[in-house]
């Protein structure tokens, strides 16, 4: 699997929610974990690649406790602002990958996707900053739009992801392995 298909499904994972007996079927710790082995192959001078890897390390500190129910349900019951604080990690590597991605393309002199990249981080950006509106200012009316934005963040991101698993910038360079030369 290329390196962006690896982050692209774990987004998958990230993004769907589907409970059986209390729990996620699409565990975020699964979703994360291939987010991370898929940065992990991206190539080493792939800007922000620590960064990438760190913000979801973080996410996925952050989604292991969650994935519990009795950890899960009771920080639901509390103010919806302490959920949309804990989904900040999550917002954050998606925009800092955006980020990278896009300066990667542009030292690949591929502007195109360096474009798309940049736009869809500034999405992420305002869908993370969103809540505030929501719950800050009592904008009540922009939850259910708010809701409706992350989502199409999220496919957006997916499909670009697996657009540009095949560009040069995109995956590792291939070791380059001796040939042993036949024995005269």
């Keep these: ?27 975020d710790p699964f979703g994360w974990l291939l987010v991370m082995l898929g ?45 949309w604080a804990l989904g900040l990690p999550a917002f954050a590597c998606l925009a800092v990958l955006c980020h990278g991605l896009a300066e990667a393309a542009d030292a690949a002199d591929d502007p195109g996707p360096a474009r798309w990249l940049r736009l869809l981080r500034t999405a992420v950006a305002v869908v993370a900053l969103l809540p505030v509106l929501v719950f800050g200012a009592g904008v009540d009316g922009l939850a259910s739009t708010a809701s409706l934005v992350s ?12 657009s540009y698993s095949g560009r040069r910038w995109a995956v590792r360079a291939a070791v380059e392995r001796p040939t042993s030369s036949p024995a005269a």
Excluded: H, N
């Design 1 to 27: 699997m290329k390196p962006l298909q690896s982050v692209a499904m774990g987004c998958v994972f990230v993004a769907l929610y589907a409970r059986i007996q209390g729990y996620d079927a699409y565990a």
């Design 39 to 83: 940065v992990r192959r991206l190539a080493d001078e792939t800007p922000l690649r620590g960064a990438m890897l760190g913000t979801a390390a973080l996410a996925l500190l952050v989604s292991l406790p969650l994935w519990l129910p009795g950890v899960r349900d009771p920080v639901a019951d509390l103010d919806a602002s302490v959920g």
């Design 151 to 162: 989502s199409a963040v999220y496919v957006a991101l997916v499909w670009l992801l697996f």
